[in-house]
């Protein structure tokens, strides 16, 4: 039986003039009925499924586990249909892996590097021995390709490409001149290009053929590297002065495109710095992303007082900006501030300042001018306290991205204080948020000049250079997405620097990052832990069950004011939550081959539109078994269908684990700091390479399988969110 | 050194508080100082400063406050009136202030290191001529961490100006808890003042009062302006408020 696409697919219609073919996006699926896969619906297909009558599988063409008179009706619904007109949407471009399911389907590649493509033949209709054409053409949305399926290869020319046996693994091809395509997209970090395999070689997309990106996304995204600058030069004002700042606190530095005059309104970029730190150490970040088209200013930040003052001065001054653009610099950014689209950042009791000022705007508690909060797209916060909880410090549902250090001296993550407990920031937002664990980073590294606040063993440390280099990065991937909607920019966000890396960022610093989407947004969670108190029960209300040991779901919080490991604080490392917030998660630990298992209920069994499962998950932090593991943890996530049908793909294979945490010491004995939690995100197509035959319409569980085959022999897990995500 | 025979007025001065329901109330401190004490001259930094902080030098673990060991050094007093009120962002009822002491302080690098965590409160206290005790959460603008001079703004009552050499007497600054000083409120400022008492902290031995008479701002524009200046002379690695706190030089890049 065919595949049943995760994007739309596309419908091609033959048009009533012969030879001309028009493409239409449609979200329809074509090929019901067609249970031989044979591309046409007929006696054939009656044929299988009257011989499976009664039964499930082949035949079950409504894909609600039972073969009856509703698939019969189903399929004479389509009678005589031939599904064959369209070409396939499917994703292409990947990343090779060494073991099943062999390739990692993805579009974003740093420019320079090997682009591969992979055609899986158990759910494409291939045939062995056949030789298709390869396109890369530049990106085109669906309606381009309506107006024209014509195939242009931006290499000058085609790629023949032939299918052998051997399933997906022998049929990845290299790319050719793939580490050549351009990267240029102007203000776009990335360009964008079209895959298409090119089945009857008429040089048309046409019917049968393959196509990554036929919507109005690209198949493939070449990037630049988004720690290099961007294409604009910058000018910079050392200062001016913000009219209605608080006195003592009216300086600011504006960096700006030389050539603003001649674009259309730039989105705005405030920094706001932490204490003791001046408005003039972000140099970095304000020409950096001036480069690629910010208006970007760094204001002086009254951070003595506390954070409700910071808040102020960040508010003031982003009104201010928009109010004196007409004076400052001599006019030169006069109606260039698209103030819509506004970003802040802030570093430290800055980072938890701009949380502040827009909670207050949230509350309606401060009414600034000029702007409002639907205007504010993007906050990002770097080694932020929290002083004020929840109550005060709540991202709410902006959009919010974390960077912190790991060696962080200052906003250290001691659990001995909850102020210096960054990650609680981002467990509040409900937004789309993501974070950046720095390994070897203290929290002055993300400035010029402050004082060396490292913690951390030695030889670890990534300094100045190191940890700004991701900051660049990362902020610029959030910029472009959040205000920009540059999706190319959202696989930084995820993917294992193995697999994604800005080329300034060392191929030794790491990473561990997470991404929560947006909670009530393309997304089916099976269970985030909050909603539910019983470890036997998921959020979505189906049964739980678990061979593992120790089993503690419980606030994401660390209880007795040391990360010296105790029975008695299971969630030992957890500082995500104060005893006023509501986070939960979900710990255990193993010896053998055990697992845990999530009955997923039939309202949100059907994940065949979803692309995803996320779950995010660490180590616990100073545990006997992760001591004794003193690596990097892997596991393999299993889906099971109504059927029975059970496919496991392992973390390890795609190239994801579960980082070892850093190993610093101090608060208490032993090793090893907070409790990391990165996003591990499998593709659900991964489940069906090779033609598992599983059925995405009807997954009946989930399950989390370590030890043994599974993954690594010991260890113990903090889990949270897993869930099926949309791309 | 130097010293002298000092005669200071005090007299009790008004500020004017916003309660939480944005009502104006009123409190009132002052400095009683009257008696002839010894006085400790403000010397040159390039004299007097210590080597509080070597820059490239991680940022020294926070001591324990309010403790003896970490009494400040006030090494100057500027009696100050300021013309259009402001409230302070250093109470958490956001007092109106009118009035007040410039000061500058000497510290150990420890207390002034410029922290993301709460940093201690800057606290002083005094007694006023009707013997009633009055504590203050102090203003300041700049950490002082590399040179170990501090200037600080205690908002409170000024003496009334008589002569041209005074002294304020049972003037007390110390480092209390760590907070922030947002969230100081009346409630704070007596648990600070109790848990002084308990550590024993003293008034200062003599504090020179600067000047022959208040300065007279017309707003807190011009008080930042006269700290700036003061900033210069004994922090000049931090030229300006705001703008402060750190080694001079790059510490670990």
């Known amino acids: 039986m065919r ?59 409504n894909g609600d586990g039972f073969i009856d008179g509703s698939d019969l009706t189903a399929l004479f619904a389509h009678w005589g249909e031939l599904c064959t007109q369209q070409p396939t949407e499917i994703g292409l471009a990947c990343v090779r892996l060494t073991a099943a399911p062999y390739a990692s389907f993805v579009h974003t590649f740093i420019a320079g590097t090997a682009v591969t493509i992979a055609v899986d033949p158990a759910l494409t209709p291939i045939q062995v021995g056949s030789t298709a054409n390869f396109f890369v053409v530049a990106a085109r949305s669906a309606a381009e390709w309506t107006a024209n399926d014509l195939l242009t290869d931006v290499r000058g020319a085609f790629q023949p490409i032939t299918f052998v046996e051997g399933g997906i693994a022998a049929n990845r091809f290299d790319v050719t001149g793939g580490s050549s395509l351009s990267g240029d997209g102007g203000l776009s970090v990335a360009r964008g290009y079209d895959l298409v395999v090119d089945m009857d070689r008429n040089g048309r997309l046409s019917i049968g053929d393959l196509i990554d990106g036929g919507d109005d996304h690209a198949g493939l995204w070449i990037a630049r590297d988004p720690t290099a600058a961007g294409p604009l030069a910058v000018t910079t004002l050392s200062s001016y002065t913000a009219t209605g700042a608080t006195a003592g606190f009216t300086l600011a530095r504006l960096w700006y495109p030389t050539n603003v005059a001649s674009m259309t309104p730039r989105p705005l970029v405030v920094i706001s710095h932490g204490n003791g730190h001046q408005y003039t150490w972000y140099d970095y970040l304000g020409s950096h992303l001036a480069s690629w088209g910010y208006i970007v200013i760094s204001h002086q930040n009254n951070t003595v007082p506390g954070i409700e003052t910071s808040s102020t001065t960040t508010l003031q001054h982003t009104s201010a900006i928009i109010a004196q653009q007409a004076t400052v610099a001599g006019g030169a950014i006069n109606g260039k501030i698209d103030s819509t689209h506004i970003a802040w950042i802030g570093h430290s009791r800055g980072g938890e300042g701009i949380v502040r000022g827009y909670d207050r705007i949230f509350d309606a508690s401060y009414a600034p001018t000029g702007f409002g909060l639907s205007d504010l797209k993007f906050l990002c916060s770097i080694s932020p306290t929290d002083f004020l909880g929840v109550g005060s410090a709540n991202p709410h549902a902006a959009n919010f991205m974390l960077l912190w250090g790991a060696a962080d001296g200052d906003v250290s993550g001691t659990p001995t204080n909850s102020v210096a407990w960054s990650f609680d920031l981002a467990e509040r937002s409900i937004g789309f948020r993501n974070t950046v664990y720095v390994h070897g ?21 990534i300094l100045n250079a190191g940890a700004q280099a991701v900051a660049k990065a990362f902020i610029l991937a959030g910029m472009k997405y959040h205000l920009e909607g540059e999706t190319a920019m959202k696989e930084f966000m995820w993917r294992p620097s193995s697999t994604l890396r800005p080329t300034g960022v060392a191929a030794t610093t790491t990473l561990v990052k997470e991404v929560v989407p947006r909670a009530s947004v393309d997304v089916k969670t099976i269970d985030n832990f909050q909603t539910q108190t019983s470890t036997n029960i998921s959020s979505c209300g189906g049964t739980v069950t678990s061979t593992v040991a120790n089993i503690s779901e419980a606030l994401e919080r660390d209880t007795d004011a040391t990360y010296t490991w105790s029975t008695a604080n299971p969630h030992n490392g957890s500082i995500r939550a104060t005893a006023s917030d509501t986070g939960r998660m979900i710990a255990w630990d193993w010896n053998s081959a055990q697992n845990m298992d999530w009955e997923v209920p039939v309202a949100i069994s059907d994940v065949h ?18 001591v004794t593991l003193a690596g990097d943890a892997t596991f393999s996530v299993v889906l099971r269908d109504a059927s029975g049908v059970e496919v496991r793909v ?78 | ?31 009683a100082a009257t008696s002839t004490i010894a006085l400790a001259q403000a010397a040159s930094p390039a004299v007097n400063a210590p080597a509080v902080n070597t820059p490239g030098s991680a940022l020294p673990a926070l001591p324990v406050t309010p403790s003896i060991n ?24 956001h007092s109106q202030v009118s009035s007040g002491w410039l000061m500058v302080i000497r510290g150990g690098a420890a207390v002034l290191a410029p922290r993301a965590l709460a940093e201690p409160l800057l606290l002083a206290s005094g007694t006023t001529a009707s013997g009633s005790v009055w504590t203050e959460s102090i203003e300041w603008f700049n950490h002082g961490f590399v040179s170990g001079y501090r200037v600080c703004f205690i908002p409170c009552t000024v003496p009334q100006q008589s002569g041209a050499d005074r002294t304020a007497q049972g003037l007390r600054v110390w480092f209390g808890s760590p907070k922030l000083p947002e969230s100081v409120d009346a409630k704070t400022l007596q648990s ?62």
């Open chain 1, 609 to 626: 539109n979803m692309d995803f499962i996320d779950v995010r998950v660490g180590q616990g932090t100073r545990h006997p078994n992760t």
């Open chain 2, 70 to 93: 970490t009494v400040p050094t006030i090494i100057s007093l500027q009696p100050v009136t300021i013309k259009e009120s402001y409230a302070t962002d250093f109470r958490s009822e």
């Open chain 2, 1 to 31: 050194m130097s010293s002298g025979n000092i005669q200071m007025e005090s007299q009790f001065m008004t500020l004017t508080r916003l309660n939480q329901f944005g009502i104006a109330s009123m409190i009132a401190c002052s400095i």
């Open chain 2, 192 to 253: 600070e003042l109790e848990q002084a008492d308990r550590v024993g902290i003293v008034a200062a031995n003599a504090v020179k009062v600067e000047g022959s008479a208040s300065k007279a701002l017309a707003n807190r524009d011009e008080l930042v302006t006269a700290a700036n200046a003061l900033i210069a002379r004994w922090a000049p690695d931090e030229s300006q408020a705001g703008e402060s706190t750190v080694p001079a030089v790059p510490a670990n890049k």
């Open chain 1, 650 to 727: 392992s973390s390890l294979a795609q190239g994801e684990a579960v980082n070892r945490p850093y190993q610093r010491t101090g608060d208490g004995t032993g090793t090893g700091w907070q409790n990391e939690l990165r996003t591990i995100r499998l593709r659900l197509r991964d489940f069906q390479s090779g033609g598992t035959g599983i059925n995405l319409g009807q997954i009946a569980a989930v399950r989390i399988e370590v030890g043994g085959t599974s993954g690594s022999a010991t260890g113990r897990f903090i889990l949270d969110d897993l869930q099926f995500t949309k791309e």
């Open chain 1, 441 to 461: 980073a203290d929290h002055n590294d993300f400035n010029c000049c402050g004082t060396n606040d490292f913690v951390g063993p030695a030889g670890t440390a």
């Open chain 1, 3 to 61: 595949y049943r696409p995760f994007r739309p697919v596309l419908v091609v219609a033959l048009a009533a003039i012969a030879g001309s073919v028009m493409v239409q996006s449609s979200a329809q699926a074509v090929c019901t009925g067609d249970i031989n896969g044979d591309f046409i619906i007929d006696a054939a297909d009656l044929s299988a499924l009257l011989s499976n009558w009664g039964g499930s599988g082949a035949g079950d063409v």
